[in-house]
């Protein structure tokens, strides 16, 4: 079993940033791809982005250009920096991997990020 916990949320004012960082642990903590959720009040939880172990990147839409998710490997992290952040980025953010042998996904408890104008 693989556990995954975040760090790194807080409040901050539009325009700013926030760096959020995961780390795995338990089962010699690797993973397959890993990669943020969010979920807004009252709205579903949404793909932000992923990275596989080869270090291919994926991202949503509308954080294309802002936000940048990079992983170490030999430490089992995976991180998103978040630039340019806006209110609509208001979430919980959620770490996420993938077990190496296929079929479960592990998630973090969440960390809250809060954008204000």
């Known amino acids: 079993q693989v556990q995954l916990v975040e760090s790194g949320g807080g409040l901050v004012q539009a325009g700013g940033s926030l760096r959020l960082s995961c780390g795995a642990s338990?089962?010699?903590?690797?993973?397959?791809?890993m990669g943020w959720y969010r979920q807004a009040p009252g709205k579903q939880r949404e793909l932000v982005a992923y990275?596989?172990?080869?270090?291919?990147?994926t991202y949503e839409r509308s954080v294309t250009g802002r936000f940048t998710i990079s992983r170490d490997n030999a430490k089992n992290t995976v991180a998103l920096q978040m630039n340019s952040l806006k209110p609509e980025d208001t979430a919980v953010y959620y770490c996420?991997?993938?077990?190496?042998?296929?079929?479960?996904?592990?998630w973090g408890k969440g960390t809250l990020v809060t954008v204000s104008l």
């Open positions: 996420y991997g993938d077990d190496v042998g296929g079929g479960m996904r592990y």
């Open positions: 338990g089962s010699d903590g690797r993973v397959n791809d």
């Open positions: 990275i596989t172990s080869g270090g291919t990147r």
